[in-house]
C-alpha cells in the first residue's frame, strides 16, 4: 500500500504514496491549451517563450505515514495544499 517516496504528482500520493511536490497537472494543461491556441492563430512556435510552471501542489499522505510508522510534523501539515486521511 504505501510507498516511502516523494512524488512528482498528486495523484501518485492519491494512489497512496507518501508525498508530492510538483507542478500542478491541470494548470500545465491549460496553459498548453493557451499555446496550441496561439499556434493555431499563427504564431511560429519558435518565437514563443518557455515559460516554468507557476502553481504547485504539495500533498502529504497521512494513513500512508501511519502505515510506515512516520509522524508528520505539524508544519509540514499546515504548508500542505492537500493532506488525505
Same mark, same amino acid.
Given at each position: ?38 499556434? %493555431?492563430?499563427? *504564431? +511560429?512556435?519558435?518565437? !514563443?517563450?518557455?515559460? &516554468? ?8 499522505? %497521512?494513513?500512508? *505515514? +501511519?502505515?510506515?510508522? !512516520?509522524?508528520?510534523? &505539524? ?8 493532506? %488525505?486521511?
Amino acid at each position: 500500500m504505501g510507498r516511502p517516496s516523494m512524488y512528482v504528482f498528486r495523484e501518485a500520493v492519491e494512489a497512496g504514496g507518501l508525498v508530492c511536490y510538483g507542478a500542478n497537472l491541470p494548470d500545465l494543461s491549460r496553459r498548453s491549451a493557451a499555446y496550441v491556441d496561439k499556434i %493555431l492563430r499563427g *504564431a +511560429k512556435p519558435a518565437d !514563443l517563450p518557455v515559460e &516554468q510552471p507557476t502553481t504547485f501542489d504539495f500533498a502529504i499522505n %497521512l494513513k500512508t *505515514a +501511519k502505515v510506515l510508522g !512516520l509522524t508528520i510534523p &505539524q508544519s509540514l501539515l499546515l504548508r500542505a495544499d492537500r493532506v %488525505l486521511q
